[in-house]
Each structure stands twice: as C-alpha cells, then as structure tokens.
C-alpha cells in the first residue's frame, strides 16, 4: 500500500475541494494516485505569479472589490515568502499545488481568499502556471548554450592552426583543425538555441481566462493578464487553451536534439581521451579515479553526458504517448506532463553545465594531433586535386591514380608525402616535384579556403563572425 507524508490543514475533511457533490472520502489508492503535489510544487511561484495577475484583473474590472483584491495579493505574497523559506507544509490531500495555495490563503484572509478562484479553473491555471515554467525552461537552457559557445569558440580561437585528423566512418579522412572542429559545435549548438528561442515564442500566449475549457460569462480582461504575465497575447481559443501541450512537446524536442549533440561531443571527447588517441586531456575537476586501477582517469562527466540523452528522449516519448489518444478538452491523463519536462529540463541543464566546464579545461595535444593527421593518407584527396589542376586530368581518372599511389605508399609502408618522385611517376609520368606543395597537413589546411572550409583564416573568420554575433 502507497506510505504517505502529507500534511493537514484546518478546513480540509472528505470532500474539501468538492463541496456537497460527494458524501465519501476518496480511498487512499485514489488519493495516492491523483495527487500531483510531490512534484507539481515545482510550479509554485508560477502559480502564484498567475493568480496575483489574476486577481488584479478582477479587481480593475469590478469583478471582485480592490479591498478583497488587496487582501488575496498580500497573501499571495506570504504563502511565496513561506515556500521560498521552506516553511509550507504542503498537502497529498488537497492533491495540487493550486488547491495548497488556496487552502492556505483562506487560513491568512479568510473569505477574501473564496473569491480567487473566481472565471478561473484549474484547468487554465494548470495550462498557465506549466507554460511560465517551460517558458523559463526555454530561457535557462539558451543562457546555458551562450556559455558553452563561450567555451567553444575559446578552444576554436586556442586551436586555429592546430592540425588534426577529420573523420568519416571513425576513419582518417583529411586533415582539419581543432578550431574547425570546434566551429563545427558552435553552429549545431547555435541552432539548439535558436530551437529553445523559437519554441518560447510561440509558447508565449496566455490561457489563462479559457476557464475549464469554454471560456467564462464573467467580463475578465485576458488581454490585462496576458500583458501582467509577460505573454504577447491570450490564447484564441478557449477549447485548444485548455488541452494544448504542443509548448512542452516543443520543449522535449529541442531538448532531445541539443541533448544528441551534447551525447556526440562527449563520444568525442571520450575518444580523444583515451590511452589508444590521446588527442586530449581532461582536467582533475571533471575525471575520476578507480577503486582498484590507480592509474584510470575515467571521463565519467562525458559519459554520463552521454547517458542523459536516453532520459531526455525517454521523457519526449512519454509526453507524446500520454497525449496521442486524448480527446477535447482536458483529460486526467495530462497530469503526466510534467514530471518527465521537469526531469528532461535538470538533466539538460546539468549536461550544458558539465559540458561547458570540461570544455574550459580541456587540453588538446597538438603534437599528438597534428601525428595523427598524417596517418592514413589523409592527403590522398589533396593529391587527386592536384592532378586535376595541374595536369587537368578528369577527376574520376584522378581518383584512380591517387588509388594506385596510395596502394603503392602502403606495399612500401610509408605515407604518400615519403614517396619517391620516381615511384610516382612510375604511376603517372606527368607528375612534377610541385605535388609535395599539397602533399603536407598543413599545406592541406591552408588549402581549403573555400567559405566554412578548415583553413585557419577561414576558421578565423567565422570566431569573428560569431564574436560579433554573441557581442
């Protein structure tokens, strides 16, 4: 049976919150499966920000008399100043955070507190009270890419001229620099955040006022408490107000992929610190130790970065799966919607934090890099263009005779910039002392200057762009 710790309040009995419908008190399954309160508290200052803004809105419209409005602002303000304090007892009872708030409003101010509630429901509040949430969600997650783009473009700006293997297939490919790569997680996080500042725009309508789903007889002003919460407008329509949670899918989504991009720079740096690649190190603050092998540095942070990509997604699918079958307007089941948000939001936020921590400390290894770089022909395709424009041979016939050079450097166990310029005339006759200008890493680096190509000035260039863009 479900062990409960909840608290109890004057006024609360068999059917507080429902008044004469029922006659029976809710079983204790029952009370333990609705109730939201251990984890709906989160929404705490929300709910309370919502309900001051409503409660002025009655008051200008003469729905509720400023002395009353006053008395519900003032202990709306106390029950905030009690929870931020840690001094609220919290009720499994009263099922929610909105109907804790409320008993304990009518505990400071008596009948005043009554009125609140007045062309509201909870299911508006709820929809409310969990978009201010994602909102803020959405703005912490961007603030949080703005310093682990910090970081990245330190490490671009450290390692312009850096050498190091590109990859396809995990396989050497061509050489590129550390600051390229680097670039190349400016702009995938970039968009990640530009996802989060998309999704709060068009997350920021109000549905408060939409009352339980049809809207409400009283003369409110939607467009006052829209304006008094920080939203652009209200909702347009009172049904999709209440049943709408397109914001928190949103959210989860941008999550999912910013969280898959995180997972593939920590695989990378899990890589690179590896006794095998050694391209990289990873300071004291974000390794740990063995309790056995006192020689391991483990790189559990990014491992672990690695590992919150499968809660991330995970609380994508749930929130889909809740929603897909519901018919208009509110149902149960959308009380489900926050704690995998909720979850998905701290373990994103604790990855970028992590993320951008390793990436300030993170010591790449030139020497080590730049070895690497020279392993596995990576100048194979700076060879094929070569022949192309020296000897204006169709690139196609290049590809084959770079292939064969390639086969031949490999028979005799060296690289193609340690071939004989007779054993490679021995493959193409035409071929000229000029090939080894292209033949070394840095040669190749500095060749690729075509716009967002690896060339150090090119990789430059984009710092500064993205300089000026961050300000």
């Given at each position: 049976?479900?062990q409960?710790?909840?608290?109890t309040?004057?006024?609360?009995?068999?059917?507080?919150?429902?008044?004469?419908?029922?006659?029976?008190?809710?079983?204790?399954?029952?009370?333990?499966i609705?109730?939201?309160?251990?984890?709906?508290?989160r929404?705490?200052?929300?709910?309370?920000?919502?309900s001051?803004?409503?409660?002025?809105?009655l008051?200008?419209?003469g729905?509720v008399?400023?002395?009353?409005a006053?008395?519900?602002?003032?202990?709306?303000?106390?029950?905030?100043?009690?929870?931020?304090?840690?001094?609220?007892?919290?009720?499994t009872?009263?099922?929610?955070?909105?109907?804790?708030?409320?008993?304990?409003?009518?505990?400071?101010?008596?009948?005043?507190?009554?009125?609140?509630h007045?062309?509201?429901?909870?299911n508006?509040?709820v929809?409310?009270?969990?978009r201010l949430?994602?909102?803020?969600?959405c703005?912490?997650?961007?603030?949080?890419?703005?310093?682990?783009?910090?970081?990245?473009?330190?490490q671009?700006?450290?390692g312009?001229?850096?050498?190091?293997?590109?990859?396809t297939?995990?396989?050497?490919?061509?050489?590129v620099?550390?600051?390229?790569?680097?670039?190349?997680?400016?702009?995938?996080?970039?968009r990640?955040?530009?996802?989060?500042?998309?999704?709060?725009?068009r997350?920021?309508?109000?549905?408060?006022?939409?009352?339980a789903?049809a809207?409400?007889?009283?003369?409110?002003?939607?467009?006052?408490?829209a304006?008094?919460?920080?939203f652009d407008?209200p909702t347009a329509?009172?049904?999709?107000?209440?049943?709408?949670?397109?914001?928190a899918?949103?959210?989860?989504?941008?999550?999912?992929?910013?969280?898959t991009?995180?997972s593939?720079?920590?695989?990378?740096?899990?890589?690179?610190?590896t006794?095998?690649?050694r391209?990289?190190?990873?300071s004291?603050?974000f390794?740990?130790?063995?309790?056995?092998m006192?020689?391991k540095?483990?790189?559990d942070?990014?491992?672990?970065?690695?590992?919150?990509?499968?809660?991330?997604?995970?609380a994508?699918?749930?929130?889909?799966?809740?929603?897909?079958?519901?018919?208009l307007?509110y149902s149960?089941?959308?009380?489900?919607?926050?704690e995998?948000?909720f979850?998905?939001?701290?373990?994103?936020?604790?990855?970028?934090?992590?993320?951008?921590?390793?990436?300030?400390d993170?010591?790449?290894?030139?020497?080590?890099l730049?070895?690497?770089?020279?392993?596995?022909?990576?100048t194979?395709t700076?060879?094929a263009?070569?022949?192309?424009?020296a000897l204006?041979?169709?690139?196609?016939?290049?590809?084959?005779?770079t292939?064969a050079l390639?086969?031949?450097?490999?028979?005799?166990?060296?690289d193609?910039?340690?071939?004989?310029?007779?054993?490679?005339?021995?493959?193409?006759?035409?071929?000229?002392?000029?090939v080894?200008?292209?033949?070394?890493?840095?040669?190749?680096?500095?060749?690729r200057?075509?716009?967002?190509?690896?060339?150090?000035?090119?990789?430059?260039a984009?710092?500064?762009r993205?300089?000026k863009?961050?300000?």
């Amino acid at each position: 049976m479900p062990q409960h710790n909840a608290g109890t309040r004057k006024g609360e009995g068999a059917n507080a919150m429902w008044g004469g419908r029922f006659t029976a008190s809710p079983d204790e399954v029952m009370t333990a499966i609705n109730a939201s309160i251990g984890f709906d508290r989160r929404l705490a200052s929300q709910d309370i920000a919502a309900s001051r803004a409503h409660a002025a809105m009655l008051a200008a419209q003469g729905i509720v008399t400023p002395l009353d409005a006053e008395a519900i602002d003032a202990g709306l303000a106390q029950i905030l100043a009690e929870i931020e304090a840690g001094q609220f007892a919290f009720s499994t009872a009263l099922e929610d955070i909105h109907m804790n708030v409320e008993a304990r409003l009518a505990e400071l101010i008596g009948a005043p507190a009554g009125r609140l509630h007045t062309a509201r429901s909870r299911n508006d509040q709820v929809a409310t009270d969990f978009r201010l949430w994602v909102r803020d969600a959405c703005d912490g997650a961007a603030a949080a890419l703005t310093r682990l783009i910090a970081a990245l473009l330190r490490q671009a700006e450290d390692g312009a001229e850096v050498v190091m293997p590109g990859f396809t297939h995990l396989q050497v490919a061509q050489p590129v620099t550390w600051g390229h790569h680097m670039m190349a997680y400016v702009e995938m996080f970039a968009r990640d955040r530009a996802r989060f500042s998309d999704a709060r725009a068009r997350m920021n309508e109000c549905p408060l006022g939409a009352a339980a789903l049809a809207g409400t007889s009283f003369p409110i002003d939607r467009h006052a408490t829209a304006g008094a919460l920080g939203f652009d407008r209200p909702t347009a329509n009172s049904l999709d107000s209440v049943a709408d949670r397109d914001f928190a899918m949103e959210f989860l989504s941008a999550a999912g992929i910013c969280a898959t991009h995180l997972s593939r720079l920590a695989e990378e740096i899990v890589i690179w610190s590896t006794a095998q690649f050694r391209f990289a190190r990873l300071s004291d603050r974000f390794s740990t130790g063995s309790s056995i092998m006192p020689q391991k540095r483990n790189p559990d942070a990014a491992e672990l970065i690695r590992a919150k990509i499968g809660r991330i997604l995970g609380a994508q699918v749930a929130l889909s799966v809740v929603m897909k079958g519901l018919p208009l307007t509110y149902s149960k089941d959308m009380q489900e919607d926050k704690e995998p948000v909720f979850d998905a939001a701290d373990s994103l936020g604790l990855a970028l934090a992590a993320m951008e921590g390793m990436l300030r400390d993170l010591a790449p290894d030139p020497a080590r890099l730049r070895a690497a770089a020279a392993t596995g022909f990576s100048t194979a395709t700076d060879l094929a263009d070569w022949l192309v424009r020296a000897l204006d041979m169709p690139f196609r016939q290049a590809h084959h005779v770079t292939g064969a050079l390639v086969k031949l450097a490999e028979g005799r166990g060296c690289d193609l910039p340690d071939l004989p310029l007779a054993a490679m005339q021995g493959v193409e006759p035409r071929i000229t002392e000029a090939v080894f200008g292209v033949l070394g890493v840095e040669n190749s680096v500095r060749s690729r200057t075509s716009h967002g190509g690896t060339a150090p000035d090119q990789v430059r260039a984009q710092i500064a762009r993205w300089r000026k863009i961050e300000g």
